[in-house]
């Protein structure tokens, strides 16, 4: 089956720091990969995406490139701001053309101080 | 575009009371709605595809007779918790998936509290 692993958290890093939040998968065929962003009493809100192998997906300064040899989509800023500050989910769904269920890693807990 | 909204966003119920849970796509067509639920500081549990016009699809473990879910047009879901029990609060997001494409669409999610 398919399944998502991420990196346990909580991150904390300091404003400004370089941030890296691990996430591979395992999945058959070509899944497509997806970053979501939870804020504090919000739902998940799409950061970035990306369809098919070596695409880059990007979004406010936030990346994550689609590397298949290794099964990963590591999300990747260069300067982390205390907005920043939330839950972060790597997730996937198969490309099948049907009602494509998205299979999601445990959530990785971003925190930045000042 | 592509805005999914909830209602209501909190509510408080006594036990053995059910309560119902909108999940509304405002600016396109979902033919697929999904209801997802959350514990603190976990992941997403998805548990079940809502397809319009049709009966819901549950995912193992989840009660279909506890959790009822109505898909009655392209733009609404709704979810009822009958016969709430305090182990029912969570946190309950609805998704949609727009009719011609895959991705997902989150709402904003609903606090359900039983006290």
């Known amino acids: 089956g398919n399944s998502v692993t991420q990196m346990e958290g909580p991150v904390t890093l300091s404003e400004e720091a370089f941030l890296t939040i691990n996430c591979t998968y395992t999945a058959t065929g070509y899944p497509s990969l997806f970053w979501y962003v939870q804020y504090p009493g919000e739902g998940l809100q799409l950061l970035l995406k990306a369809t098919k192998a070596d695409d880059k997906g990007s979004n406010k300064g936030f990346e994550a490139t689609y590397r298949k040899e290794t099964t990963s989509f590591h999300l990747e800023k260069g300067s982390v701001q205390v907005s920043d500050s939330a839950v972060y989910f790597c997730a996937l769904t198969p490309f099948t053309g049907t009602a494509s269920k998205l299979t999601f890693g445990t959530g990785t807990r971003l925190q930045v101080t000042l | 575009g592509a805005v999914v909204s909830q209602h209501p966003s909190r509510v408080i119920c006594k036990s053995g009371t059910s309560v119902k849970i909108e999940c509304r796509s405002l600016?396109?067509?979902?033919?697929?709605m999904f209801w997802y639920r959350q514990f603190p500081k976990k992941s997403l549990m998805l548990m079940a595809t809502s397809n319009e016009g049709s009966k819901a699809t549950y995912e193992q473990g989840v009660e279909k007779d506890k959790f009822l879910i109505n898909h009655a047009s392209l733009t609404l879901s709704t979810l009822t918790v009958t016969s709430a029990h305090p182990e029912d609060s969570s946190f309950y997001i609805c998704s949609a998936r727009v009719t011609s494409g895959y991705e997902q669409y989150f709402g904003p999610g609903t606090r359900l509290t039983v006290t």
């Open positions: 600016d396109f067509q979902a033919t697929t």
